[in-house]
């Protein structure tokens, strides 16, 4: 009998009353039906000559259902039918996932199914704020310049603002790389498709594919699925979360799913607000933002790429998840251009949770070292161009003779895997404040020890 269970499951879920309505009107991405009734969110099923093609109700206008498809509309005509299917867009979800690559529906890129007895919503709700257990253990990264002076906790949110072409995108893959979490989730979002086989080959790799999930929509994927499937990556996410792991969610881009929100709401008549972009763009950032973070079971720990446009870190998106998020590290093109790289600025950058996830001594160190980094920027100029005589300033003779250490410590070759224990020592020699062992090695920090920023 027990072979029978999912078949007798799915028959008493099915639905045998079908919603029917008919194409009036196809305007770019906008797909107009007189019926079927069908509700906001809901997946229906566009049957055309050449096949079916899924849609999704984006919005509706008195009798007129307004859909988006998931693919292409070429084929479609005015009269084909619209089957609604009763329910919203499902991820199936199991271990299977692990070392697979998948598209905005939680399916295997090229076809086939995920063996899987269970779904999650796509587009779930975020965990209710009192059942949030507090930040107290950090997590590593091997990335030096965040493990030091910007450590994340388990749970924490950063975004990572980047123009293009400086290295936000290798900083990802460095973090899924190197982290100690027990599951990498990444998401693919709006990206050039030949990065996502990189990705996966270079940056994961053979071992760090074993236990991440890969969830891809590229650029040329229509602005629906390029939205499912950063809501697909984050319920992949929150199933492993469920399971009481610590789940490293990777995102790249927020910019990109920000911008398919755009295009929808502008194609369903919304009137364009900051810059362009329509309301529901800062309607649903939160929304999806927030879904990330603590639970009682585990942790989602996310990092979200924001490419800046003309390395402006002021406009409206990165403005708007700046002020959601529990920090954010800001890559320099300077930097960038000088072959420093990660292209990290720690002094503009910052971990709102540091203080709650390391030790005093830790904080001391670090503290010190953003001192001498500080010092050394403001009289860069007068040391470069010689007007500096040594002996004049304490603090700045101090910072030029920390400086190179401190560079080199800052930078990292990207097949290099940094040692947490190694890191905080290192910054302990450079900083001249000892960190002790017990410090180190204690992930778990005495909330009534820490400081606030």
């Known amino acids: 009998m027990g072979e029978l269970d999912k078949y007798i499951d799915i028959t008493e879920k099915a639905d045998t009353i079908k919603y029917v309505g008919r194409i009036v009107r196809v305007n770019g991405l906008l797909i107009e039906a007189k019926g079927p009734h069908a509700v906001v969110g809901e997946v229906c099923r566009i049957e055309t000559a050449s096949g079916n093609v899924l849609a999704e109700v984006v919005g509706l206008n008195r009798e007129i259902v307004q859909l988006m498809p998931y693919a292409e509309t070429s084929g479609l005509e005015v009269g084909n039918r619209v089957v609604a299917s009763g329910s919203r ?32 919503l796509a587009q779930g709700p975020a965990p209710d704020p009192d059942t949030r257990p507090r930040i107290k253990e950090h997590i590593v990264t091997g990335v030096r310049a965040i493990d030091s002076l910007l450590t994340v906790g388990k749970g924490q949110r950063i975004g990572i603002f980047a123009g293009s ?35 996966i080959e270079k940056d994961l790799g053979p071992e760090g594919f074993k236990h991440s999930v890969v969830v891809a929509t590229p650029s040329n ?101 700046r002020g959601i998020l529990d920090g954010h590290f800001i890559l320099s093109r300077n930097l960038a251009k000088a072959n420093h790289y990660p292209a990290i600025d720690v002094l503009p950058s910052i971990s709102r949770l540091m203080p709650e996830v390391t030790g005093r001594q830790t904080r001391k160190a670090a503290g010190e070292m953003r001192r ?23 603090d700045i003779d101090l910072a030029k003779r920390k400086h190179k250490d401190i560079e080199e410590f800052l930078k990292q070759e990207i097949e290099e895997k940094a040692s947490y224990y190694t890191t905080m020592k290192k910054m302990a020699s450079i900083s001249g404040i000892d960190i002790p062992d017990e410090e180190i090695t204690n992930t778990e920090v005495n909330i009534s020890e820490t400081v606030s920023v």
């Open 165 to 199: 072409g400086v290295g936000k995108s290798t900083l990802i893959g460095m973090i899924a790389r190197n982290t100690n979490a027990d599951v990498n989730v990444v998401a693919l979002i709006g990206e050039r498709g030949r990065e996502v086989n990189d990705f």
């Open 372 to 394: 001498l980094i500080s010092v050394y920027s403001d009289a860069e100029d007068i040391i470069n161009i010689g007007a500096y005589q040594d002996g004049s300033n304490p």
């Open 89 to 120: 867009l499902e991820v199936p979800v199991s271990n299977e996932l692990l070392g697979k690559l998948l598209d905005f529906q939680g399916k295997l890129w090229g076809g086939g199914e995920i063996d899987s007895n269970e779904s999650y």
């Open 221 to 321: 994927a229509p602005p629906l699925a390029r939205i499912r499937g950063a809501y697909t990556a984050t319920a992949i996410a929150e199933y492993f979360r469920d399971q009481g792991k610590d789940v490293m969610l990777l995102f790249d881009s927020v910019t990109r799913f920000a911008l398919a929100q755009r295009e929808i709401g502008l194609a369903i008549g919304e009137p364009p607000a900051t810059r362009g972009y329509t309301p529901s763009v800062f309607d649903n950032l939160p929304k999806l933002l927030e879904r990330s973070g603590t639970s009682p079971k585990g942790s989602i720990t996310a990092f979200y790429a924001v490419l800046v446009e003309g390395d402006d870190t002021d406009e409206p998106i990165s403005d708007t998840v």
